[in-house]
Every structure is written in structure tokens, then in C-alpha cells.
């Protein structure tokens, strides 16, 4: 394991530390409007998924567990893409660990703020590679009726470093992404 690595889990430890009491876990899914810029010139292009899909480089599935209320909440997203096109298959696979937390605990109607870091595999013809991503955001969460879920909107910054099967190279990414967790 990296000193990266080391100290990311080291970091979500110390964030999700609190008393001893119950946690709670969500299952959701989200879409989104991204915009990915090549940091090398390569121009930008605009992505609108319904739900976000690994072509983005965007999660579309996020487990979650925290408190009660998902004001503290460690989320796990991922997503897949698989191509197979007359023999030859395209592999996207994207997944991240992060943090969220809501500042007004107990209110229906709250912002939060999130960070994270992920991994993106790419792969192709024999050839796969690894790069490593990560990013920050800020959003308004409204807990539904009955506190059975949320529901989310968030502006995202995303930067992805070059690499993979086919040498793509570094992406940053401003999106706007629309959720909904339901708790579990």
C-alpha cells in the first residue's frame, strides 16, 4: 500500500469517528451533466447521462453507510462499461471511496460538502492500466418524507491523471450530478 493510500484511510478513519451507536446504510443512484477538458489541449466535451456511466469516467451507483441520518457518511460508487465489438472488448471499470458530511444534522433541507479519491481501469486488446483520480464537491441535500432516503444535487470537480490501455490523457471535470439515496 502507498503513503497515498495509507493516509486516505487513515483520514476517512479519523472523519467517521464518533460515539458508539447504530449506522445506517443507503443504496443510490445518480445522473448528472459533466464537462471533461483535457489538461493537454484536446479540447472539452460535454456528457449528460441519465444515470452517469463509467463512459464519463462517473460513477452511476453509490453504496453508502453512516449515522442515522446520513449526516456522516462514508459512500463507495462504482460503475462498469463493457464493449464487445466483433471480438475485441473495451473495459471501463471506475470506483471510489468518500466522505460526505451534512452541516445542519437534523434539518429536512441542508448543504453538504464531499471529497473523495477513486481508481479508473481501462482496458483494451491485451492492454490494461490503472489511473488514479480524486475530487471534491458541494451540494444541497433534502431528506424525503419519513426519512426514507434523500435526495441530492451537487456541483463536482473531478481530476483524473493520464494513463490507461490507450494513453488517455489527464481529465479535469466540472459536473452537476442529481441523486437519490434511499436508506436502508
Known amino acids: 500500500m502507498s503513503r497515498t493510500q495509507v493516509a486516505v484511510v487513515a483520514l476517512l478513519g ?3 469517528a464518533s460515539p458508539a451507536r447504530a449506522g445506517s446504510w443507503s443504496l443510490g443512484a445518480q445522473l448528472g451533466a459533466i464537462s471533461l477538458r483535457s489538461d493537454e489541449g484536446g479540447g472539452t466535451s460535454t456528457v449528460v447521462a441519465f444515470p452517469l456511466n ?4 462517473q460513477p452511476g451507483l453509490r453504496l453508502g453507510f453512516g449515522d442515522a441520518r446520513h ?3 462514508a459512500c463507495l460508487e462504482g460503475g462498469l462499461l463493457v464493449i464487445d465489438e466483433a471480438g475485441t472488448v473495451v473495459t471501463i471499470a471506475v470506483a471510489s471511496l ?3 458530511h451534512v452541516f445542519m444534522q437534523h434539518a429536512a433541507s441542508s448543504p453538504f460538502a464531499s471529497a473523495w479519491v477513486g ?3 481501462e482496458g483494451g486488446e491485451g492492454q490494461y492500466g490503472n489511473s488514479i483520480s480524486y475530487g471534491a464537491g458541494l451540494g444541497w441535500r433534502r431528506v424525503v418524507r419519513d426519512e426514507h432516503g434523500a435526495l441530492r444535487i451537487e456541483a463536482r470537480y473531478d481530476y483524473l491523471r493520464s494513463g490507461g490501455a490507450f494513453e488517455r490523457p489527464k481529465l479535469s471535470m466540472l459536473g452537476l450530478r442529481l441523486g ?3 436508506w436502508l
Do not use: I
Open 71 to 73: 449526516s456522516r457518511e
Open 119 to 121: 481508481m479508473v481501469g
Open 54 to 57: 463509467a463512459l464519463s469516467y
Open 98 to 100: 468518500g466522505y460526505q
Open 180 to 182: 437519490f439515496d434511499l
Open 14 to 16: 479519523l472523519m467517521l
